[in-house]
Antibody, heavy 117, light 109 residues
Framework: QLQLHESGPGLVKSSETLSLTCTVS??????????WGWIRQPPGKGLEWIGN???????HDNPSLKSRVTVSLDTSKNQFSLKLSSVTAADTAMYYC?????????WGQGILVTVSS | DIQLTQSPSFLSASVGDRVTITCRAS??????LAWHQQKPGKAPKVLIY???TLQSGVPSRFSGSGSGTEFTLTISSLQPEDFATYYC???????????FGQGTKLEIK
């Protein structure tokens, strides 16, 4: 059974870099069938796709985040990670990791990250 | 970028009602559309993918239809556990992009 679990600091200071890790069980991040991605949801608002990474290391990210996003793999631990630089209060959100396929998305449980001044 | 517009944004209904939520895409996306349900404090979960295919384990009162630019999610007979927020998601730009509708909050009348 596929499970994705986010981990990382719940509080990040403004202008610093947010770093999160997603641990995958029940599937391999070296699978060629899927991309491994991040989606966020500010409190009380809708969903925003952040970016993803393929087993080959190829990445895609949302242009609206102005190149602040780095998504990477650690195949030895079956994990993938998100780094979001130069954070502001607008980056306060629930962050979900996800397995993304061509027709659907499988979600982790989410982690709340608050950006403080 | 492809934009998705859901209507309505808020919907009030009673147990047993039949409800329909619409998702319109700014350009044709074939059937690359999924519907997700999100309950308060929980992660979204997929209900329907490829516009009309029911995810395993999802009750048959949920159904999806549409292709191109207009899609619908229908709940045939609302149950208490169905009161939640519903999001459509387009995957025609996968893997380089994906977008979500703004959500439809379904509340108990």
């Amino acid at each position: 059974q596929l499970q994705l679990h986010e981990s990382g600091p719940g509080l990040v200071k403004s202008s610093e870099t947010l770093s999160l890790t997603c641990t995958v069980s029940g599937d391999s991040i070296t699978s060629s069938a899927y991309h491994w991605g991040w989606i966020r949801q500010p409190p009380g608002k809708g969903l925003e796709w952040i970016g993803n990474v393929y087993y080959s290391g190829t990445t895609h990210d949302n242009p609206s985040l102005k190149s602040r996003v780095t998504v990477s793999l650690d195949t030895s631990k079956n994990q993938f990670s998100l780094k979001l630089s130069s954070v502001t209060a607008a980056d306060t959100a629930m962050y979900y990791c996800a397995r993304q396929g061509p027709v659907t998305t499988y979600w982790g449980q989410g982690i709340l990250v608050t950006v403080s001044s | 970028d492809i934009q998705l517009t859901q209507s309505p944004s808020f919907l009030s209904a009673s147990v047993g009602d039949r409800v329909t939520i619409t998702c319109r895409a700014s350009q044709g996306i074939s059937n690359y559309l999924a519907w997700h349900q999100q309950k308060p404090g929980k992660a979204p979960k997929v209900l329907i993918y490829a516009a009309s295919t029911l995810q395993s384990g999802v009750p048959s009162r949920f159904s999806g239809s549409g292709s191109g630019t207009e899609f619908t999610l229908t709940i045939s007979s609302l149950q208490p556990e169905d009161f939640a927020t519903y999001y459509c998601q387009q995957l025609s730009s996968y893997p380089s992009m994906c977008t979500f509708g703004q959500g439809t909050k379904l509340e108990i009348k």
